[in-house]
Protein backbone atom coordinates (compact mmCIF):
# COMPACT_ATOMS: atom_id res chain seq x y z
CA UNK A 1 0.00 0.00 0.00
CA UNK A 2 1.41 3.28 -0.99
CA UNK A 3 1.80 6.31 1.34
CA UNK A 4 0.00 9.27 1.06
CA UNK A 5 2.53 11.04 2.81
CA UNK A 6 4.35 13.83 1.14
CA UNK A 7 7.97 13.49 0.58
CA UNK A 8 9.65 15.66 3.10
CA UNK A 9 13.18 15.60 1.52
CA UNK A 10 12.45 17.15 -2.58
CA UNK A 11 15.98 16.47 -3.37
CA UNK A 12 15.02 12.71 -3.01
CA UNK A 13 11.82 12.87 -5.07
CA UNK A 14 12.25 10.10 -8.14
CA UNK A 15 11.49 12.80 -10.46
CA UNK A 16 14.16 15.19 -9.32
CA UNK A 17 16.76 12.69 -9.08
CA UNK A 18 15.90 11.84 -12.77
CA UNK A 19 16.37 15.16 -13.89
CA UNK A 20 19.14 15.56 -12.26
CA UNK A 21 20.70 12.61 -13.66
CA UNK A 22 19.69 13.87 -17.03
CA UNK A 23 20.63 17.39 -17.15
CA UNK A 24 23.22 18.60 -15.01
CA UNK A 25 26.25 16.48 -16.85
CA UNK A 26 25.18 17.90 -20.15
CA UNK A 27 25.82 20.83 -22.48
CA UNK A 28 22.44 21.64 -24.13
CA UNK A 29 23.59 24.24 -26.62
CA UNK A 30 23.10 22.26 -29.96
CA UNK A 31 26.06 22.52 -33.15
CA UNK A 32 29.53 24.40 -33.23
CA UNK A 33 29.37 26.57 -29.43
CA UNK A 34 32.62 28.02 -28.45
CA UNK A 35 32.79 29.98 -25.38
CA UNK A 36 36.07 32.24 -24.67
CA UNK A 37 37.27 32.61 -20.92
CA UNK A 38 40.00 35.14 -19.94
CA UNK A 39 41.34 36.28 -16.46
CA UNK A 40 41.08 39.33 -14.62
CA UNK A 41 40.22 42.85 -16.00
CA UNK A 42 42.20 45.27 -14.21
CA UNK A 43 41.26 48.45 -16.67
CA UNK A 44 41.77 52.26 -16.08
CA UNK A 45 40.80 53.07 -19.46
CA UNK A 46 38.91 51.81 -22.62
CA UNK A 47 41.52 49.35 -24.98
CA UNK A 48 39.40 48.01 -27.52
CA UNK A 49 39.37 51.13 -30.17
CA UNK A 50 42.89 50.15 -30.71
CA UNK A 51 44.47 49.53 -34.10
CA UNK A 52 47.79 47.91 -32.86
CA UNK A 53 47.66 43.94 -34.90
CA UNK A 54 49.21 42.47 -31.74
CA UNK A 55 46.10 44.22 -29.93
CA UNK A 56 43.44 43.12 -31.89
CA UNK A 57 45.06 39.57 -32.07
CA UNK A 58 44.17 39.47 -28.56
CA UNK A 59 40.61 41.05 -28.92
CA UNK A 60 39.52 39.01 -31.81
CA UNK A 61 39.39 35.90 -30.22
CA UNK A 62 36.59 37.11 -27.73
CA UNK A 63 34.51 39.12 -30.37
CA UNK A 64 34.73 35.69 -32.52
CA UNK A 65 33.32 33.21 -29.91
CA UNK A 66 29.81 32.78 -28.96
CA UNK A 67 29.99 33.83 -25.43
CA UNK A 68 33.24 35.63 -23.36
CA UNK A 69 33.83 35.78 -19.83
CA UNK A 70 36.39 37.42 -17.30
CA UNK A 71 36.47 38.89 -13.54
CA UNK A 72 35.68 42.38 -13.17
CA UNK A 73 38.21 43.28 -10.81
CA UNK A 74 38.40 46.88 -10.97
CA UNK A 75 35.97 49.31 -10.16
CA UNK A 76 34.11 52.32 -12.32
CA UNK A 77 34.36 56.02 -11.56
CA UNK A 78 33.03 59.31 -12.98
CA UNK A 79 35.91 61.16 -11.73
CA UNK A 80 34.63 64.72 -12.73
CA UNK A 81 31.22 64.39 -11.16
CA UNK A 82 31.23 62.20 -8.48
CA UNK A 83 32.19 62.64 -5.17
CA UNK A 84 32.85 59.59 -3.61
CA UNK A 85 35.60 58.04 -4.61
CA UNK A 86 38.85 56.62 -3.49
CA UNK A 87 42.12 55.22 -4.62
CA UNK A 88 42.66 51.55 -5.64
CA UNK A 89 41.36 49.62 -8.76
CA UNK A 90 39.53 52.15 -10.26
CA UNK A 91 39.11 52.75 -13.91
CA UNK A 92 36.80 55.58 -16.13
CA UNK A 93 32.71 54.77 -16.11
CA UNK A 94 33.54 54.80 -19.56
CA UNK A 95 35.76 51.00 -19.07
CA UNK A 96 32.54 49.39 -18.84
CA UNK A 97 31.12 49.98 -22.13
CA UNK A 98 34.51 49.38 -23.28
CA UNK A 99 34.59 45.52 -21.57
CA UNK A 100 31.52 45.00 -23.36
CA UNK A 101 32.77 46.42 -27.00
CA UNK A 102 35.67 44.31 -26.52
CA UNK A 103 33.87 41.91 -26.96
CA UNK A 104 32.89 40.14 -23.44
CA UNK A 105 29.21 39.20 -22.52
CA UNK A 106 29.28 38.12 -18.54
CA UNK A 107 31.63 39.17 -15.93
CA UNK A 108 32.17 38.07 -12.57
CA UNK A 109 31.86 40.69 -9.86
CA UNK A 110 33.16 39.18 -6.48
CA UNK A 111 36.62 39.89 -5.59
CA UNK A 112 38.56 41.57 -3.17
CA UNK A 113 38.14 44.71 -4.53
CA UNK A 114 34.21 44.76 -5.66
CA UNK A 115 33.28 46.90 -2.39
CA UNK A 116 37.20 48.69 -2.25
CA UNK A 117 34.88 51.55 -2.70
CA UNK A 118 32.11 50.79 -0.38
CA UNK A 119 28.45 49.13 -1.14
CA UNK A 120 27.27 52.41 -2.69
CA UNK A 121 30.00 52.38 -5.03
CA UNK A 122 29.47 48.81 -5.67
CA UNK A 123 25.69 49.50 -6.92
CA UNK A 124 26.78 52.19 -9.00
CA UNK A 125 28.98 49.85 -10.77
CA UNK A 126 26.73 47.60 -10.83
CA UNK A 127 24.59 49.68 -12.61
CA UNK A 128 27.23 50.71 -15.20
CA UNK A 129 27.79 47.34 -16.35
CA UNK A 130 24.08 47.13 -16.53
CA UNK A 131 23.88 50.02 -18.88
CA UNK A 132 26.86 48.96 -20.87
CA UNK A 133 24.93 45.68 -21.58
CA UNK A 134 27.13 43.05 -19.44
CA UNK A 135 25.32 40.01 -17.15
CA UNK A 136 27.17 40.18 -13.96
CA UNK A 137 27.07 37.99 -10.60
CA UNK A 138 28.61 38.25 -7.90
CA UNK A 139 27.76 41.28 -5.92
CA UNK A 140 24.07 42.61 -5.12
CA UNK A 141 21.72 44.30 -2.90
CA UNK A 142 22.06 41.15 -0.43
CA UNK A 143 23.30 37.90 -0.31
CA UNK A 144 20.46 36.16 -1.58
CA UNK A 145 20.92 38.27 -5.07
CA UNK A 146 24.64 38.41 -4.75
CA UNK A 147 24.51 34.61 -4.84
CA UNK A 148 22.00 33.77 -7.78
CA UNK A 149 22.79 32.71 -10.94
CA UNK A 150 22.54 35.41 -13.53
CA UNK A 151 21.59 34.87 -17.63
CA UNK A 152 22.94 35.71 -20.80
CA UNK A 153 20.56 34.82 -23.84
CA UNK A 154 22.08 34.05 -26.72
CA UNK A 155 20.69 33.03 -30.41
CA UNK A 156 22.19 29.30 -29.69
CA UNK A 157 20.92 28.99 -25.50
CA UNK A 158 20.94 30.50 -22.32
CA UNK A 159 23.74 30.86 -20.39
CA UNK A 160 24.11 30.92 -17.10
CA UNK A 161 26.88 32.38 -14.78
CA UNK A 162 27.17 32.31 -10.23
CA UNK A 163 30.81 33.94 -9.06
CA UNK A 164 31.46 33.88 -5.41
CA UNK A 165 34.90 35.54 -3.52
CA UNK A 166 37.01 33.27 -1.11
CA UNK A 167 37.61 35.10 2.21
CA UNK A 168 40.87 33.97 2.83
CA UNK A 169 40.92 34.32 6.64
CA UNK A 170 37.42 33.79 7.62
CA UNK A 171 37.30 37.67 8.78
CA UNK A 172 35.14 39.18 5.51
CA UNK A 173 35.64 42.97 6.83
CA UNK A 174 39.20 43.40 6.84
CA UNK A 175 40.73 47.01 6.23
CA UNK A 176 43.26 47.52 4.55
CA UNK A 177 44.94 50.53 2.34
CA UNK A 178 42.21 52.54 0.62
CA UNK A 179 44.82 52.62 -1.97
CA UNK A 180 44.35 49.39 -2.85
CA UNK A 181 40.72 48.70 -1.20
CA UNK A 182 38.36 49.90 1.30
CA UNK A 183 37.80 46.26 2.72
CA UNK A 184 35.83 42.94 1.48
CA UNK A 185 31.91 43.20 2.87
CA UNK A 186 30.08 40.55 2.39
CA UNK A 187 26.68 40.65 1.38
CA UNK A 188 23.63 40.16 4.37
CA UNK A 189 20.77 37.77 4.05
CA UNK A 190 17.29 39.41 4.06
CA UNK A 191 14.91 38.34 6.62
CA UNK A 192 11.04 39.91 6.64
CA UNK A 193 11.01 43.16 5.71
CA UNK A 194 14.41 43.42 6.12
CA UNK A 195 16.43 43.89 2.97
CA UNK A 196 20.10 42.80 4.25
CA UNK A 197 22.63 44.32 3.31
CA UNK A 198 24.65 45.09 0.04
CA UNK A 199 27.85 43.16 -0.68
CA UNK A 200 29.63 40.38 -2.30
CA UNK A 201 29.05 37.11 -2.36
CA UNK A 202 31.34 35.17 0.08
CA UNK A 203 32.45 31.77 0.14
CA UNK A 204 34.34 31.72 3.94
CA UNK A 205 37.34 29.26 4.80
CA UNK A 206 39.30 28.31 7.56
CA UNK A 207 42.90 27.44 7.02
CA UNK A 208 44.62 25.01 8.75
CA UNK A 209 48.44 25.23 9.20
CA UNK A 210 50.19 22.17 8.55
CA UNK A 211 53.26 21.36 10.95
CA UNK A 212 55.39 18.32 11.09
CA UNK A 213 54.88 15.82 14.22
CA UNK A 214 57.84 17.61 16.19
CA UNK A 215 56.57 21.27 15.34
CA UNK A 216 52.99 20.04 16.32
CA UNK A 217 53.79 19.07 19.52
CA UNK A 218 55.47 22.16 20.52
CA UNK A 219 52.44 23.99 19.43
CA UNK A 220 50.24 21.11 21.86
CA UNK A 221 52.20 21.84 24.43
CA UNK A 222 52.08 25.58 24.32
CA UNK A 223 48.92 25.14 24.25
CA UNK A 224 48.83 23.05 27.02
CA UNK A 225 50.86 25.42 29.37
CA UNK A 226 48.30 28.27 28.20
CA UNK A 227 45.29 26.31 29.41
CA UNK A 228 46.57 25.63 32.67
CA UNK A 229 47.29 29.09 33.28
CA UNK A 230 44.24 30.70 32.45
CA UNK A 231 42.64 27.81 34.54
CA UNK A 232 45.21 28.66 37.80
CA UNK A 233 43.78 32.30 37.30
CA UNK A 234 40.31 31.50 36.76
CA UNK A 235 39.95 28.95 40.44
CA UNK A 236 42.28 31.98 41.91
CA UNK A 237 39.01 34.16 40.87
CA UNK A 238 37.05 31.93 42.41
CA UNK A 239 35.43 30.81 39.21
CA UNK A 240 35.21 27.65 37.55
CA UNK A 241 37.16 27.16 33.93
CA UNK A 242 34.46 25.97 31.76
CA UNK A 243 37.43 24.51 29.30
CA UNK A 244 38.92 27.72 28.61
CA UNK A 245 38.20 30.86 26.73
CA UNK A 246 40.15 29.78 23.96
CA UNK A 247 38.43 26.66 23.46
CA UNK A 248 34.57 28.94 23.84
CA UNK A 249 36.12 30.97 20.91
CA UNK A 250 36.99 28.13 19.09
CA UNK A 251 33.55 26.22 18.85
CA UNK A 252 31.91 29.78 17.85
CA UNK A 253 35.18 30.20 15.27
CA UNK A 254 34.01 26.86 13.53
CA UNK A 255 30.18 27.26 13.32
CA UNK A 256 30.73 30.90 11.78
CA UNK A 257 33.74 30.16 9.52
CA UNK A 258 34.35 26.55 8.58
CA UNK A 259 35.40 23.13 10.61
CA UNK A 260 38.77 22.01 11.19
CA UNK A 261 39.65 19.45 8.83
CA UNK A 262 39.65 16.37 11.55
CA UNK A 263 39.75 16.09 15.26
CA UNK A 264 43.31 16.45 15.88
CA UNK A 265 43.42 19.89 14.68
CA UNK A 266 44.48 22.31 17.25
CA UNK A 267 43.15 25.79 17.98
CA UNK A 268 45.79 28.02 19.76
CA UNK A 269 46.06 31.72 18.95
CA UNK A 270 43.25 32.35 16.97
CA UNK A 271 44.38 29.61 14.56
CA UNK A 272 44.02 26.01 13.74
CA UNK A 273 47.13 23.69 13.38
CA UNK A 274 47.60 20.29 12.19
CA UNK A 275 50.14 17.28 12.36
CA UNK A 276 50.69 16.18 8.18
CA UNK A 277 53.51 15.54 6.06
CA UNK A 278 53.37 19.03 4.05
CA UNK A 279 55.16 20.93 6.34
CA UNK A 280 54.49 24.71 5.94
CA UNK A 281 51.50 23.83 3.81
CA UNK A 282 47.98 25.36 4.25
CA UNK A 283 44.82 23.33 3.90
CA UNK A 284 41.41 25.22 3.84
CA UNK A 285 37.93 24.13 5.01
CA UNK A 286 35.12 25.72 3.53
CA UNK A 287 31.94 27.25 5.53
CA UNK A 288 29.26 24.59 5.04
CA UNK A 289 26.30 26.69 4.49
CA UNK A 290 28.34 28.82 2.48
CA UNK A 291 29.68 25.88 0.17
CA UNK A 292 26.24 24.61 -0.08
CA UNK A 293 24.21 27.11 -0.97
CA UNK A 294 26.70 28.10 -3.52
CA UNK A 295 26.32 24.64 -4.95
CA UNK A 296 22.33 25.28 -4.76
CA UNK A 297 22.69 27.96 -6.60
CA UNK A 298 24.92 26.70 -9.12
CA UNK A 299 22.62 23.41 -9.56
CA UNK A 300 19.63 26.42 -9.52
CA UNK A 301 21.75 28.13 -12.67
CA UNK A 302 22.16 24.91 -14.55
CA UNK A 303 18.40 23.79 -14.40
CA UNK A 304 17.56 26.84 -16.28
CA UNK A 305 20.27 27.34 -18.32
CA UNK A 306 22.22 25.46 -21.06
CA UNK A 307 25.56 26.00 -20.08
CA UNK A 308 26.66 27.04 -16.99
CA UNK A 309 29.81 28.97 -15.94
CA UNK A 310 30.66 28.97 -12.32
CA UNK A 311 33.64 31.00 -10.64
CA UNK A 312 36.06 32.25 -7.80
CA UNK A 313 38.22 35.07 -6.74
CA UNK A 314 40.56 33.44 -4.56
CA UNK A 315 43.68 35.06 -2.90
CA UNK A 316 44.30 31.56 -1.30
CA UNK A 317 47.98 30.34 -0.15
CA UNK A 318 49.38 26.58 -0.32
CA UNK A 319 52.41 27.37 2.03
CA UNK A 320 53.14 29.66 5.29
CA UNK A 321 56.22 30.81 3.90
CA UNK A 322 54.97 33.64 1.90
CA UNK A 323 51.53 35.65 1.80
CA UNK A 324 51.84 36.24 -1.17
CA UNK A 325 49.43 33.96 -3.80
CA UNK A 326 51.68 35.17 -6.63
CA UNK A 327 54.23 33.28 -5.71
CA UNK A 328 51.93 29.98 -5.63
CA UNK A 329 51.38 28.44 -8.69
CA UNK A 330 49.88 24.96 -7.18
CA UNK A 331 46.22 25.75 -6.39
CA UNK A 332 45.00 25.26 -2.29
CA UNK A 333 42.96 21.82 -1.58
CA UNK A 334 39.46 23.38 -1.58
CA UNK A 335 40.38 24.85 -4.81
CA UNK A 336 40.17 21.48 -6.43
CA UNK A 337 37.38 20.39 -4.01
CA UNK A 338 35.55 23.21 -4.81
CA UNK A 339 35.87 22.96 -8.84
CA UNK A 340 34.94 19.23 -8.61
CA UNK A 341 31.57 19.84 -6.81
CA UNK A 342 30.45 22.15 -8.81
CA UNK A 343 30.93 20.32 -11.61
CA UNK A 344 29.11 17.64 -10.25
CA UNK A 345 26.40 20.20 -9.55
CA UNK A 346 25.90 21.17 -13.03
CA UNK A 347 28.98 23.72 -13.91
CA UNK A 348 29.93 22.96 -17.84
CA UNK A 349 33.09 25.08 -16.57
CA UNK A 350 35.29 26.27 -13.21
CA UNK A 351 36.96 29.73 -13.61
CA UNK A 352 39.38 30.68 -10.63
CA UNK A 353 40.76 33.97 -10.26
CA UNK A 354 42.75 35.75 -8.65
CA UNK A 355 46.45 34.94 -8.64
CA UNK A 356 48.04 36.94 -10.91
CA UNK A 357 49.90 34.43 -12.56
CA UNK A 358 49.43 30.93 -13.88
CA UNK A 359 48.32 27.77 -12.94
CA UNK A 360 47.74 24.58 -14.26
CA UNK A 361 44.14 23.11 -16.11
CA UNK A 362 41.97 20.26 -15.31
CA UNK A 363 39.81 18.19 -17.53
CA UNK A 364 36.97 16.59 -14.81
CA UNK A 365 34.12 14.47 -16.26
CA UNK A 366 34.79 15.99 -20.14
CA UNK A 367 34.70 19.66 -18.19
CA UNK A 368 37.47 22.25 -18.00
CA UNK A 369 38.94 23.67 -14.88
CA UNK A 370 40.65 26.89 -15.24
CA UNK A 371 43.22 27.37 -11.62
CA UNK A 372 44.06 30.48 -13.14
CA UNK A 373 44.77 32.24 -16.58
CA UNK A 374 46.37 35.22 -14.54
CA UNK A 375 45.03 38.52 -16.49
CA UNK A 376 43.63 39.35 -19.15
CA UNK A 377 44.21 43.40 -18.56
CA UNK A 378 46.37 44.21 -15.97
CA UNK A 379 46.75 48.23 -15.57
CA UNK A 380 47.75 48.61 -12.32
CA UNK A 381 50.45 51.79 -12.65
CA UNK A 382 47.72 54.03 -14.02
CA UNK A 383 44.99 53.47 -11.37
CA UNK A 384 44.36 56.27 -9.39
CA UNK A 385 46.55 56.67 -6.23
CA UNK A 386 43.92 57.93 -3.13
CA UNK A 387 45.46 60.30 -0.40
CA UNK A 388 46.72 57.27 1.94
CA UNK A 389 49.27 56.25 -0.83
CA UNK A 390 51.33 59.00 0.31
CA UNK A 391 50.44 58.87 3.34
CA UNK A 392 51.60 55.33 3.76
CA UNK A 393 55.00 56.28 2.45
CA UNK A 394 55.25 59.59 4.95
CA UNK A 395 54.96 62.11 2.10
CA UNK A 396 53.17 65.17 2.32
CA UNK A 397 51.12 65.31 -1.15
CA UNK A 398 51.22 69.27 -1.33
CA UNK A 399 55.18 69.06 -1.38
CA UNK A 400 56.08 65.56 -2.77
CA UNK A 401 57.45 65.62 -6.81
CA UNK A 402 56.01 61.58 -6.99
CA UNK A 403 53.11 61.32 -9.67
CA UNK A 404 50.47 59.10 -8.49
CA UNK A 405 51.65 56.83 -10.73
CA UNK A 406 54.99 56.67 -9.33
CA UNK A 407 53.89 55.94 -5.94
CA UNK A 408 51.78 52.98 -7.81
CA UNK A 409 55.05 51.52 -9.28
CA UNK A 410 56.37 51.62 -6.22
CA UNK A 411 52.96 49.84 -4.82
CA UNK A 412 53.27 47.37 -7.34
CA UNK A 413 56.92 47.39 -8.27
CA UNK A 414 57.42 44.02 -10.90
CA UNK A 415 59.49 42.24 -8.71
CA UNK A 416 57.27 42.06 -5.49
CA UNK A 417 54.69 40.14 -7.81
CA UNK A 418 57.17 37.61 -9.68
CA UNK A 419 60.02 34.93 -8.68
CA UNK A 420 62.01 36.32 -11.66
CA UNK A 421 64.34 39.22 -11.32
CA UNK A 422 64.46 39.33 -14.59
CA UNK A 423 61.93 41.86 -16.68
CA UNK A 424 61.09 39.40 -19.60
CA UNK A 425 61.17 36.89 -17.40
CA UNK A 426 57.95 37.73 -15.42
CA UNK A 427 55.41 35.98 -15.17
CA UNK A 428 52.95 37.96 -13.64
CA UNK A 429 53.03 39.78 -17.18
CA UNK A 430 52.42 36.53 -18.76
CA UNK A 431 49.37 34.90 -19.30
CA UNK A 432 46.50 33.02 -21.60
CA UNK A 433 43.00 33.44 -22.73
CA UNK A 434 41.32 29.92 -23.40
CA UNK A 435 39.24 29.28 -25.97
CA UNK A 436 36.63 26.48 -25.50
CA UNK A 437 35.34 24.69 -28.66
CA UNK A 438 31.96 22.30 -28.33
CA UNK A 439 30.28 20.43 -31.00
CA UNK A 440 26.61 19.38 -30.42
CA UNK A 441 27.05 19.49 -26.53
CA UNK A 442 30.53 17.93 -26.06
CA UNK A 443 34.09 20.09 -25.61
CA UNK A 444 36.47 18.77 -28.54
CA UNK A 445 39.22 21.26 -27.85
CA UNK A 446 40.70 23.83 -25.88
CA UNK A 447 42.93 26.38 -27.80
CA UNK A 448 45.14 28.45 -25.69
CA UNK A 449 46.26 31.52 -26.44
CA UNK A 450 49.54 33.70 -25.05
CA UNK A 451 49.05 36.98 -23.70
CA UNK A 452 52.24 39.56 -22.89
CA UNK A 453 51.61 42.89 -21.00
CA UNK A 454 54.27 45.09 -22.89
CA UNK A 455 57.63 44.66 -20.90
CA UNK A 456 59.17 47.39 -22.89
CA UNK A 457 56.01 49.14 -23.25
CA UNK A 458 55.48 52.95 -22.25
CA UNK A 459 54.26 53.26 -18.81
CA UNK A 460 50.84 54.16 -20.76
CA UNK A 461 50.32 51.43 -22.53
CA UNK A 462 51.84 48.62 -19.72
CA UNK A 463 49.06 46.08 -19.45
CA UNK A 464 47.33 45.86 -22.55
CA UNK A 465 47.39 42.61 -23.75
CA UNK A 466 49.59 42.06 -26.76
CA UNK A 467 50.14 38.97 -29.19
CA UNK A 468 53.70 37.92 -27.77
CA UNK A 469 56.64 36.87 -29.70
CA UNK A 470 57.01 32.76 -30.35
CA UNK A 471 59.69 33.12 -28.09
CA UNK A 472 57.23 34.53 -25.54
CA UNK A 473 54.30 32.45 -26.89
CA UNK A 474 56.23 29.18 -26.49
CA UNK A 475 57.87 29.55 -22.49
CA UNK A 476 54.23 31.00 -21.72
CA UNK A 477 52.64 27.95 -23.36
CA UNK A 478 55.60 25.00 -21.62
CA UNK A 479 54.93 26.76 -18.53
CA UNK A 480 51.35 25.86 -18.77
CA UNK A 481 52.06 22.23 -20.06
CA UNK A 482 54.33 22.01 -16.77
CA UNK A 483 51.10 23.19 -14.72
CA UNK A 484 48.71 21.06 -16.18
CA UNK A 485 50.93 17.76 -16.11
CA UNK A 486 49.91 17.41 -12.24
CA UNK A 487 46.25 17.14 -13.78
CA UNK A 488 46.52 14.57 -15.96
CA UNK A 489 46.05 17.19 -18.91
CA UNK A 490 48.38 17.41 -21.88
CA UNK A 491 48.74 20.56 -23.83
CA UNK A 492 50.32 20.20 -27.31
CA UNK A 493 52.27 23.30 -29.05
CA UNK A 494 50.65 23.97 -32.40
CA UNK A 495 52.36 27.27 -33.59
CA UNK A 496 52.40 29.87 -30.98
CA UNK A 497 49.42 28.35 -29.63
CA UNK A 498 48.46 25.40 -27.14
CA UNK A 499 45.38 22.92 -27.70
CA UNK A 500 44.28 20.85 -25.10
CA UNK A 501 42.06 18.03 -27.16
CA UNK A 502 39.65 15.42 -26.03
Not at 246 to 261: H, L, M, Q, V
Not at 364 to 378: D, R
Request: charged share 20%.
Amino acid sequence: MESNQPIKNTSQHPAIIKAREEHLPNVHIKGDFTLAVGGDIIQTNPISHLIDPAVRGILDVIRDSDVSFANMESNFADFRNQQKHVGGLIGSKDVAKDVKSMGFDLVARASNHSTGQGTERMLKDNEYLQEAGLIYAGTGINIEDARAPQYLETPKGRVGLVAMVMSPTGRVSYQVSNSAAAGLEMASYQAGNMNGLPGANVLRATPNYILNKEEFEVIKKLKESRDAYAAELLEQAGKHNTGGKGEAYSSSFKTIYGSPKNDDCLFFNYQFYMQGEERCGVSYQMNEDDLRLNLRSIRQGKEWSDYMIASIHSHDISSTLSHLDFLHQKPSDFLVELAHLSIDNGADVFVVTGPHLLRGIEIYKGKPIFYSLASFIYQLWGTPAGPDRYTDNRVDSFYTETTPVEFNMDMWPPLSITKHSDLKNMESMESLTAECKYEDGQLKEIILHPIEFGYDAPISQRGIPHVPSPEVAQRILARMQKLSEPFGTTISMEGNVGVIRL
